[in-house]
């Protein structure tokens, strides 16, 4: 399956402040998803990222607060922008595999906002 | 509106013995599942999947049994040992359409007593 390298692996932000979140893959993929996890709950899907398009965003997701970068099919960028303590999460990149092996995921960024 | 639902927020077994993660889901547009691991300070790890057109699939000393009538699917460890320690979130996606989203459930986590 393929290897994600993600990071950072955690940051401790200023609200109104941006990060961006790096997540480089082993191989080429079509398609990269972003995930988040607020404390207690479930994975949540932010966007789906292709190669050579805009990034499709989930309903309560939007560019301006969660812009996305593709710029080939190994690599792609999150940034969380203008943030708050809301914004505190663990963020994921995901890539799918062939379906006998499902989705791969990076091992997250740990973002405190305080 | 939780489309995926793990009830059990924990689960607590000895090792040896058999542990049972339940997931429920409400949209019956969902043809496949799969199940994931995440140890903290990673990413979760795909364990095991299974398609709407089988009720069980089985890979070493995990099954996964789907019950379509019921919405339910269950995982089974046996015999479980202490490494399989860990949260395990059940998720489930609808490949009709074209639709990469996966929906997760909040998780169960399993903790294996020596």
Request: proline letters at 5%.
């Amino acid at each position: 399956s393929a290897v994600i390298s993600q990071k950072p692996s955690r940051d401790i932000c200023q609200r109104g402040t941006s990060l961006t979140i790096q997540c480089q893959v082993d191989s080429q993929v079509t398609m990269m998803f972003w995930y988040r996890q607020q404390p207690g709950q479930s994975l949540t899907l932010i966007a789906t990222a292709n190669q050579g398009s805009e990034a499709t965003y989930e309903s309560g997701f939007v560019i301006d607060k969660f812009p996305i970068s593709r710029p080939n099919l190994t690599f792609s960028t999150l940034t969380v922008s203008n943030m708050s303590p809301e914004d505190s999460s663990i963020y994921l990149c995901s890539v799918r595999q062939p379906l006998f092996y499902g989705y791969t995921f990076g091992s997250g960024t740990r973002l405190t906002v305080v | 509106d939780q489309q995926v639902k793990q009830n059990s927020p924990s689960l607590s077994v000895q090792e040896g013995r058999i542990s049972i993660l339940n997931c429920d889901y409400t949209n019956s547009m969902f043809d496949y599942f799969l199940w994931y691991k995440k140890y903290p300070a990673e990413g979760p790890t795909f364990l095991i999947s299974i398609s709407s057109i089988k009720d069980k699939n089985e890979d070493g000393r995990f099954t996964v049994f789907l019950n379509k009538s019921a919405k339910h699917l269950s995982l089974h460890i046996v015999p479980s040992q202490p490494g399989d320690s860990a949260v395990y979130f059940c998720a489930a996606g609808a490949r009709q359409g074209g639709s990469e989203k996966l929906v997760f459930g909040k998780g169960t986590k399993l903790t294996v007593n020596p």
